[in-house]
Nanobody, 120 residues
Framework: QVQLVESGGGLVQPGGSLRLSCAAS????????MSWYREAPGKQRELVATITIDHSRTVYGDSAKGRFTISRDSINNTIYLQMNGLQVEDTAVYYCKAFTYYSGTGDDYWGQGTQVTVSS
C-alpha cells in the first residue's frame, strides 16, 4: 500500500506562485509514475502533470504547459508541482496520484488533496 500526503496549498493572488508537495511512503519500489490531478467545482478531475520514476520523464496537461513544473526528489520520495502565473481558473483541489505496477497488476493510489484558491 502506498500512502500519499500532499501539502502546500493555500490562497494566492492572481499572478502568484505556489509549490505543492506530495510525500510517498509504503510500496515505494512499486511506483511507476506519479501525477498531479486537479478537480474544480462542477468539473471533472483532470491531469495536470505526470513524472516517471525511472527517468523523470514528464507529461503536462494543456492547462499546465508553460506555467507549471513537476519534479521529484528521489531521496525523500517526494514530488513537487511548482505553479507560476496562477489564474482564477486554477482554483481547485489538487490531488497526488501514484501508479504502481507489480506482477502484471496496476493500481492507483490517491492522496487526500490540497486546496488551491486563486483570488484577489
Amino acid at each position: 500500500q502506498v500512502q500519499l500526503v500532499e501539502s502546500g496549498g493555500g490562497l494566492v493572488q492572481p499572478g502568484g506562485s505556489l509549490r505543492l508537495s506530495c510525500a510517498a511512503s509504503g510500496g515505494i519500489n512499486r511506483i511507476y509514475h506519479m501525477s498531479w490531478y486537479r478537480e474544480a467545482p462542477g468539473k471533472q478531475r483532470e491531469l495536470v502533470a505526470t513524472i516517471t520514476i525511472d527517468h523523470s520523464r514528464t507529461v503536462y496537461g494543456d492547462s499546465a504547459k508553460g506555467r507549471f513544473t513537476i519534479s521529484r526528489d528521489s531521496i525523500n520520495n517526494t514530488i513537487y508541482l511548482q505553479m507560476n502565473g496562477l489564474q482564477v481558473e486554477d482554483t481547485a483541489v489538487y490531488y497526488c496520484k501514484a501508479f504502481t505496477y507489480y506482477s502484471g497488476t496496476g493500481d492507483d493510489y490517491w492522496g487526500q488533496g490540497t486546496q488551491v484558491t486563486v483570488s484577489s
